[in-house]
């Protein structure tokens, strides 16, 4: 997955809620965390899964360090 293609994961995820002060509260302490995987009923299971594993693979885990997100 080029990096383009990443940020518009990013930018998708931000829109779902994710934001990143999520990632600055890690700082003060306070930890939030957000379970990621592929719903049994999901419509798109190929597509749901390919984001999974970008988002935990070592890119998606590279452009959440950039966004203020804490590794897991």
């Keep these: 997955m080029d990096r383009k293609t990443a940020r518009r994961h990013v930018e998708a995820a931000q829109a779902a809620g994710l934001h990143r002060s999520d990632g600055e509260v890690f ?5 939030t965390t957000y379970p990621i995987a592929v719903l049994k ?15 935990t693979g070592p ?14």
């Design 27 to 31: 700082a003060s302490g306070v930890v």
């Design 59 to 72: 890119t998606g885990q590279r452009v959440l360090a950039d966004a203020g997100f804490a590794a897991p």
């Design 41 to 55: 009923y999901s419509q798109n299971k190929p597509t749901a899964q390919e984001f999974t594993t970008f988002v």
